[in-house]
């Protein structure tokens, strides 16, 4: 007897997620309760319970301590609510392809229509789907159920229609072309999931062939028996829940017997029921070579797709590739920013060049990146630009004690410190967050290093030819500070460091060139002199129209009066600020009509005075200034 297994038998992609999911918190310790049971395999939801886990019908009946698995099937809306007000701790692995068909539900509560769903009313997806709307609903089982329907409530309201994931195609397509002819504002939306599609069609093309066709999964299961229903429109069709129930009578006179299983089977069983079916396999080849040898996947690990976006979720998007087949990527398969947001960086309907990172073999769901495509395509330039020694560019995404690390086309390029900036007192951490350009230096697999610094170094080198070319006194810059001393400021004018004495950088007495400005900054120079042979340039920032002695010239004639601070006190006077960075003296004999005999006795310093301008000598940079003058003043 020849015996041919179906290529897509076994868990879907929803089921096998939600049954890694549960599994994988129990081994972590977790005490775990599923809202009912977590699949439709008794076999497995036994496993389940002897692991620890627990079955609860309502968030109510979750033990304390319990965390929730909400099924594939997915839950109402309500439920959801019901969790969040007891506290409970929840893991939803509703299939992304019934999530969809809820956000349609929701959608059309938004908009006033009625739902009309293909399936079971009694199956806890359907029960799910309409849980997420509070508008109308018709719920109906087959053509003939939908024909009695009397239409909505109110002619006008519009009409989205979808089906059960797991919903007969042939059925859905009937269903579909009659509310298409009698509801012209009917939406159909085609929510059979590509898993059911491929099981169906692939049973209905193996009945063909066959005598029999065995179908295994649990007999409450949905999908599983629509199966049955497909196949047995031309062959003989069983089912069964293990290979415990098969019947050798069965196969008398069977030249070739079928083999498909439902969603919710493990591949365990599948393996179980097939080595019962033949010694021969069992003997001759391994389930896994037969499952391997049955299938003929479309895409594989590494293949390059182009997907087009149809849904985005918080933590993933859905694809479309093609033929039938669903893609999912990951939040973190599209960035490796972390605060970014999916509906940031793609939209429904964007065409994403992607990778296939993994196959789910059983319905044809595979797990992309996009990132890891780019990381791919880069590291194809990378190595031919560390042979040609091409300059490539990247953004600083991190630094640590040895150097940064700048992302250059998806790939990480370490750039050792010494690498990173020119001098060794230049603060490395800074690159972070800004693009650079960098030669790679050594790619020998994982590890790739590179140095900003020897794209910079030619980069001043032709700078400072043309600098040296075109500088003259006077000549003004726009420049970038790049370090501080005590003495001054050194600025980036072009590749060439110049020097801005502190002296230089205000009109005021200042103790250390931060008061005027910080490391980073972008200010306007001016070349005061030239050391051609030793390439040392001096540079000065404060302007001539900001010189406050100049503006005492033009502003301040002899006579004018001022409120203006104490700032010292000497044996023969005080002095006082008229200006910023411009000091007069009052004699002591300038205080006051009466006799003065020690200054300190009449002023302090940080005192408010009237001072009147007696006289100025500009090129000594003296002033007097008198107290008395105005004191005879106000006499007079």
Request: net charge negative; charged share 25%; aromatic share 6%.
């Amino acid at each position: 007897m020849e015996i041919r297994l179906a290529k897509t038998a076994g868990f879907c992609f929803g089921v096998d997620r939600a049954v890694k999911l549960t599994y994988g918190l129990l081994k972590e310790g977790h005490k775990v309760a599923t809202l009912g049971p977590l699949i439709h395999n008794p076999q497995t939801v036994e496993d389940l319970e002897r692991r620890g886990a627990r079955v609860a019908d309502t968030p109510a009946d979750v033990p304390a301590g319990y965390e929730v698995v909400i099924r594939s099937h997915g839950v109402p809306r309500s439920i959801y609510d019901e969790l969040e007000a007891r506290g409970c701790v929840y893991h939803d692995a509703t299939c992304p392809f019934v999530r969809k068909i809820q956000k349609i539900a929701a959608e059309a509560e938004a908009a006033g229509a009625v739902l009309v769903v293909a399936g079971d009313a009694s199956h806890p997806e359907v029960q799910g789907i309409v849980g997420h709307t509070r508008g109308e609903v018709f719920v109906f089982g087959n053509l003939a159920q939908l024909k009695e329907w009397k239409g909505p409530s109110d002619p006008q309201k519009p009409i989205f229609a979808v089906a059960q994931t797991t919903f007969q195609v042939t059925k859905w397509q009937e269903s579909s072309e009659f509310l298409k002819k009698a509801y012209t504002n009917a939406r159909i939306f085609d929510t059979i999931c590509n898993a059911t599609w491929a099981r169906q069609q692939e049973a209905e093309d193996l009945s063909q062939q066959c005598d029999i066709i065995v179908v295994i999964g649990g007999h409450h299961s949905s999908n599983t028996q629509k199966l049955v229903q497909v196949a047995a429109k031309h062959t003989r069709a069983v089912t069964v829940e293990t290979a415990s129930e098969l019947r050798p009578e069965w196969f008398a006179d069977v030249k070739t017997a079928g083999v498909t299983a439902g969603a919710s089977t493990p591949s365990s069983i599948i393996e179980e029921v097939l080595n019962s079916m033949s010694a021969e396999i069992n003997d001759s080849m391994s389930f896994e070579e037969m499952l391997n040898a049955s299938e003929e996947k479309r895409v594989h690990a590494g293949s390059i797709v182009k997907g087009i976006v149809t849904s985005i979720s918080a933590n993933e998007i859905q694809v479309d590739i093609g033929a039938k087949q669903t893609g999912f990527v990951k939040l973190s398969e599209l960035t490796d920013d972390s605060s970014a947001k999916v509906e940031d960086l793609v939209k429904v309907g964007d065409e994403l060049d992607l990778i296939v990172e993994k196959v789910m073999d059983q319905d044809g769901v595979i797990q992309l990146s996009r990132k890891k495509l780019a990381s791919r395509k880069g590291m194809e330039e990378i190595a031919k630009a560390a042979e040609s020694g091409e300059v490539v560019e990247g953004d600083v995404t991190e630094f640590n004690k040895g150097g940064v690390v700048v992302n250059v086309k998806g790939v990480k390029v370490f750039v050792p410190r010494s690498q990173a900036t020119m001098r060794r007192d230049e603060d490395y951490t800074a690159l972070v967050g800004q693009h650079v350009q960098l030669v790679v230096t050594e790619c020998s697999g994982r590890k790739i290093v590179g140095s900003i610094n020897k794209v910079t170094a030619e980069q001043n080198k032709a700078k400072r030819e043309e600098f040296w070319a075109n500088v003259e006194v006077g000549k003004t810059y726009t420049g970038v500070v790049k370090s501080l001393t005590s003495y001054g400021a050194f600025v980036d004018i072009g590749g060439v460091d110049g020097l801005c004495h502190i002296s230089e950088l205000s009109w005021n007495r200042i103790k250390h060139p931060s008061e005027v400005v910080s490391v980073g900054d972008t200010i306007e120079v001016y070349v005061k002199d030239i050391d051609t042979e030793n390439h040392k340039v001096s540079l000065g920032y404060k302007k001539a129209e900001d010189n406050p002695w100049e503006q005492l010239k033009n502003n301040y004639p002899i006579g004018s009066t001022f409120h203006a601070p104490v700032v010292s006190l000497t044996k023969f006077g005080a002095f006082v600020r008229i200006l910023p960075g411009v000091d007069g003296l009052v004699h002591i004999s300038e205080i006051s009509n009466d006799r003065v005999e020690k200054v300190s006795d009449a002023l302090k310093v940080g005192d408010m005075v009237d001072v009147k301008l007696l006289d100025v000598d500009f090129d000594k940079k003296r002033i007097s200034l008198s107290m008395k003058a105005l004191l005879n003043d106000d006499a007079e």
